[in-house]
T-cell receptor, first 112, second 116 residues
């Protein structure tokens, strides 16, 4: 079935560093979404992408919808301690709205 | 605008019992999707409801069922609970399940189910 490969699985970085994570798939997606999840809570939407090639920013976060529609990346600039958490990519395939396919998550640790 | 709410937040059940979880979507949202999150399997899609109809279903046994009411609130039920059903159950709502951004999903805080 459809699957999203998210990498890296975990990152340990120093405060102030930039972070990059990505998701790839063999399937074509209509929508790419990036979420952040804190322990015991539900995922919070960070950025939504709807068009191939789209580049969208939300504060220090920037995400892009790959041209092939099979991949997406998320960058975090100048990381701060509150960036700690698990980041998930999720995609929606055309005509399968309502069903998100998730990556395995990237666990981010930030050392002050 | 209030977010997605889920009740209860925590549940402890024993094997063989059944459980019902509730989800209230964001006002105006008509699509509700349910997901199971476990450390081993990650986030997996259970089913989606739109206008009281199940529109999409994941690969879960028939013990997992759901429904949606006319006010878009949704419930999911798990019967004959097994140890492996212990998980965080997440509900997400969107305007519709169509494209163009209307299917962007917003999640509730989840219900943590522990099966003993």
């Amino acid at each position: 079935g459809q699957q999203l490969n998210q990498s890296p699985q975990s990152m340990f970085i120093q405060e102030g560093e930039d972070v990059s994570m990505n998701c790839t798939s063999s399937s074509i997606f209509n929508t790419w979404l990036w979420y952040k999840q804190d322990p015991g809570e539900g995922p919070v939407l960070l950025i939504a992408l709807y068009k191939a090639g789209e580049l969208t920013s939300n504060g220090r976060l920037t995400a892009q919808f790959g041209i092939t529609r099979k991949d997406s990346f998320l960058n975090i600039s100048a990381s701060i301690p509150s960036d700690v958490g698990i980041y998930f990519c999720a995609g929606i395939i055309y005509n399968q709205g309502g069903k998100l396919i998730f990556g395995q998550g990237t666990e981010l640790s930030v050392k002050p | 605008k209030a977010g997605v709410t889920q009740t209860p937040r925590y549940l402890i059940k024993t094997r063989g019992q059944q459980v019902t979880l509730s989800c209230s979507p964001i006002s105006g949202h008509r699509s509700v999707s349910w997901y199971q999150q476990t450390p081993g399997q990650g986030l997996q899609f259970l089913f989606e409801y739109f206008s009281e109809t199940q529109r999409n279903k994941g690969n879960f046994p028939g013990r997992f069922s759901g429904r949606q009411f006319s006010n878009s609130r949704s419930e999911m039920n798990v019967s004959t609970l097994e140890l492996g059903d212990s998980a965080l159950y997440l509900c997400a709502s969107s305007l519709t399940s169509g494209g163009g951004g209307q299917d962007t999903q917003y999640f509730g805080p989840g219900t943590r189910l522990t099966v003993l």
